[in-house]
């Protein structure tokens, strides 16, 4: 469910009290700091008018009488020491709204960050939640310091407006109802407006995805070769201009009606300020006011005019940030299913992993990815997986690691669903390198060390599980062994061959020496057919006793193990031994005889 594209005026406002509660939980001394300084800066400007007046009358006076500058120069020195005040109090918020915006943009990026790593895979590869994503990162991580620097410039000028008004009606209550009423009409078109540049911005969040995917392309090594190679650079240049193109359309057509708008409510605004100073001079010159009292009244509506004209702006501004507010919060707020039960053991240890009648479906998928699944894997069994791309092997080792759950059925663990295992313990029972396994700009230590979070750093785990990966010969060759830089983002950083690659992501799926199940899910695809042999023997012999699932389109390798099971179109068509498969002169008897022909 989405939330509406555009929230009521009133009900946006629903964001601001929690953007307020996240400055204050971010540091609450500044955020007190910035209050008090809001506060004290708007009084001043209506003490440094009234002071201003002061000082006209008592010049007058004392030209009119006793020729004495010293009453003047006493409220001389009086405003100068508020225009002191003002620019110390201005120079502290800017100082404080500073250290706040670094604060509370890291705190926010941390919720963001928080928040992605709780989700479920299935969020990821989905559009609608990317776009989601994508337009919290984009926009929502700076606009609460900015609903909360709007909110205290609007109580910063709603002080100085009152105690404007408290001069002003002196002079007439007329002159705070016009002061005030002059600047509503810009401010229902900026809030107006507020709402259309919002609309427009959900509703283009799949363009500006593809323009930073585009980005990635044309600027990341990985994708460099063959962009270089194929002459696409031109091609995906032009499109991210195409996109640019049409959302700068959108965005100048909503420029122009803004500011034509804003342009022209603007002249009311002019044309009322002019007539308060035509009948504050009438009232002058007729003497029903002192000259000092005209200046002061000028200035106070002069400066009040302002002050109403930001007020109306932080309302409209804030009224934009609430907007934008909501798809942080739409964000934040995405259910994610709970993690699970927390048991830590099974009631049969010796039952190992058992499929039963397993269903699942990607969303929005029009057929089942794996349907009526049936499969038991005993402690010590090797298991291959075979079937053409698309048949569901990975998606039957993402549902046994609780990546996805089934649609329907169950997968027990030792006896026990696996929704009733505690995530942490279930997955340090299962070790998988996949097929597209990640190849992380780090340090190669740490490359082999991410395969157990506990021991990430610990260089003799590293150095173990390098061993039993055959990687360790090929690093003791690098420049600083394990504490090598590997990936072209950072200096002096290495790049690998895809074989050591798989060597380093074999090396950490041994990381995990409490793994009872080991997957390969064709992690050794660079490599030729008898090195990938050579490695899958290696490590069923390092493996024994543990469950071993291995994933290959080679079946010279396949055919090493206890079991094959045949998929097809998502089921299970044939299961048994290399030698039972052959004799059944079946699905895997035809696969099995294209390729040895291939190697006649």
Do not use: C
């Not at 001389?76 to 109090?89: K, N, P, T």
């Not at 900026?190 to 585009?214: H, N, V």
């Not at 794996?370 to 075979?386: N, Q």
């Amino acid at each position: 469910m989405h939330a509406p594209d555009r929230p009521g005026f009133l009900a946006v406002f629903g964001y601001s009290r929690r953007a307020l509660a996240l400055v204050w939980t971010t540091n609450p001394r500044l955020t007190v700091a910035l209050g008090a300084l809001t506060a004290f800066a708007g009084v001043l400007p209506a003490g440094i008018a009234w002071v201003g007046a002061r000082i006209v009358d008592a010049v007058v006076t004392a030209v009119a009488t006793t020729h004495d500058p010293r009453a003047a120069l006493r409220y001389v020195l009086i405003e100068g020491v508020l225009v002191a005040s003002m620019a110390v109090a201005q120079r502290l918020l800017t100082l404080a709204q500073s250290l706040l915006r670094a604060q509370l943009g890291q705190r926010v990026n941390v919720m963001i960050l928080e928040k992605a790593i709780t989700l479920e895979l299935a969020h990821f590869e989905d559009a609608d939640f990317y776009d989601k994503l994508t337009r919290a990162r984009r926009e929502a991580s700076s606009r609460p310091l900015s609903l909360v620097l709007r909110t205290f410039g609007l109580v910063q000028n709603a002080v100085s407006i009152v105690s404007f008004a408290v001069l002003l009606a002196q002079f007439s209550p007329w002159a705070v109802v016009v002061l005030i009423a002059a600047g509503l009409p810009a401010f229902v078109a900026e809030a107006k407006f507020s709402g259309d540049a919002f609309r427009l911005f959900r509703w283009r969040s799949p363009e500006t995805r593809m323009q930073l995917y585009l980005e990635t392309v044309l600027a990341r090594e990985d994708h460099a070769k063959e962009v270089q190679l194929y002459g696409l650079g031109q091609r995906f240049l032009e499109r991210y201009r195409d996109i640019f193109r049409r959302l700068y359309r959108e965005d100048r057509a909503l420029a122009i009606r803004r500011d034509s708008w804003g342009l022209g409510l603007g002249l009311i605004a002019t044309v009322t300020l002019y007539g308060a100073y035509a009948w504050i001079a009438i009232e002058a010159v007729q003497g029903v006011i002192t000259l000092g009292e005209m200046t002061m009244y000028l200035m106070l509506f002069r400066q009040g005019q302002s002050a109403v004209s930001a007020s109306l702006a932080a309302i409209g501004g804030m009224y934009e940030d609430n907007l934008y507010l909501s798809t942080l919060y739409e964000y934040l707020e995405t259910e994610v299913l709970s993690p699970g039960g927390a048991m830590m053991h099974g009631p049969r240890p010796e039952d190992g992993v058992r499929f039963e009648s397993v269903s699942f479906s990607y969303p929005g998928a029009s057929e089942p990815a794996l349907e009526d699944i049936d499969l038991h894997l005993p402690p010590g069994a090797s298991v291959a997986l075979v079937g053409e791309n698309g048949s569901g092997k990975t998606t039957l080792i993402k549902l046994l690691t609780r990546l996805y759950r089934p649609t329907r059925g169950r997968i027990l663990l030792d006896g026990l669903d696996l929704g009733e295992w505690d995530a942490v313990t279930l997955r340090e029972r299962i070790g998988v390198i996949f097929q597209d396994f990640a190849r992380y700009q780090m340090q190669v230590g740490e490359n082999i060390g991410a395969g157990d979070e506990r021991f990430f750093e610990d260089e003799p785990r590293w150095r173990a599980a390098a061993g039993r990966g055959q990687a360790d010969e090929f690093i003791e060759t690098l420049p600083s062994g394990y504490h090598t830089q590997l990936g072209k983002w950072f200096r002096k950083g290495l790049e690998l061959s895809g074989g050591q690659w798989q060597k380093i992501a074999l090396s950490r799926a041994f990381m995990r020496t409490r793994a009872d199940i080991l997957v390969l899910d064709e992690p050794t695809a660079a490599m030729d057919a008898q090195a990938e042999a050579d490695v899958f023997e290696h490590f069923r012999r390092l493996a024994e006793g543990r469950i071993t699932i291995l994933i290959s389109h080679r079946f010279s390798t396949v055919r090493m193990a206890d079991q094959i099971v045949v998929l097809e179109r998502g089921r299970i068509v044939e299961h048994g031994s290399h030698d039972t498969l052959v004799a059944l002169g079946g699905r895997y008897a035809h696969l099995f005889a294209l390729q040895a022909r291939g190697y006649r």
